[in-house]
């Protein structure tokens, strides 16, 4: 299995508090990912990083950040978590543009916002 | 634009019955790849198969198979004799440089 780890696994938050999401891998990919995957929408892309402090946005990154200062951490911050936010986040690892270009995801991290 | 559609939100089976998942994809680009990845109810994701956009040969691993079709822009995953432990949703994704782009799954049910 790939070294993919998110933290926290679950948390509860309230509406208007910041929130970071982490993910840690130890496969050394260039391409880390943060998917959202609610009922009904598979997996939605919020943003992705193709390197150490390069990132892009996703089809659905309006309140949503992120940072990577590090190859193998890919952090996501929803700003001022809103209800709308509630979802399960999945980081992915890829070496994309490589023949070996599948992604391995991480475990998930259950997010509630009240 | 790209984009992934999986028309059949759910699928009942009994074991033992042969089922095929439906894929179907839009891109205008020529390089691209398609995946399938499967989801138990315990939650995780889990890869299956890679497909490129210049490799039309079908592939058969055990039970599972898959047809890639570029002339309908179609790569069907089929599952033979099913069983009971590949109730899962099932994902569909297209890949175009660097960005991944996946169907709302199909979700599959296999009675015992």
């Known amino acids: 299995d790939a070294g993919i780890t998110q933290s926290p696994r679950h948390k509860v938050t309230e509406t208007g508090t910041p929130v970071t999401l982490r993910c840690h891998q130890t496969?050394?990919?260039?391409?880390m990912y943060w998917y959202r995957q609610d009922p009904g929408h598979g997996l939605r892309l919020i943003h992705y990083s193709y390197g150490v402090k390069d990132t892009d946005k996703g089809e659905v990154s309006d309140g949503y950040s992120v940072s990577r200062s590090k190859t193998e951490d890919f952090l996501l911050t929803l700003e001022s978590a809103t209800s709308s936010q509630t979802s399960v986040y999945f980081c992915a690892i890829s070496e994309a543009g490589t023949r070996m270009n599948e992604q391995f995801f991480g475990p998930g991290t259950r997010l509630t916002v009240l | 634009a790209q984009k992934v559609t999986q028309a059949q939100t759910e699928i009942s089976v009994v074991e033992k019955e042969d089922v095929t998942l439906d894929c179907v994809y839009e891109t205008r680009d020529t390089t691209y790849y398609l995946f399938w990845y499967k989801q138990p109810p315990s939650g995780e994701l889990v890869f299956l198969i890679r497909r490129n956009s210049f490799d039309e040969q079908n592939e058969i691993s055990g039970r599972y198979s898959w047809n890639f079709q570029k002339s309908t822009s179609s790569f069907n995953f089929t599952i033979t004799a099913s069983q009971v432990v590949d109730s899962a949703v099932y994902f569909c994704a297209l890949s175009v440089g660097s960005k991944f782009y996946f169907g709302s799954g199909t979700k599959l049910n296999v009675k015992p």
């Open positions: 496969e050394n990919h260039r391409y």
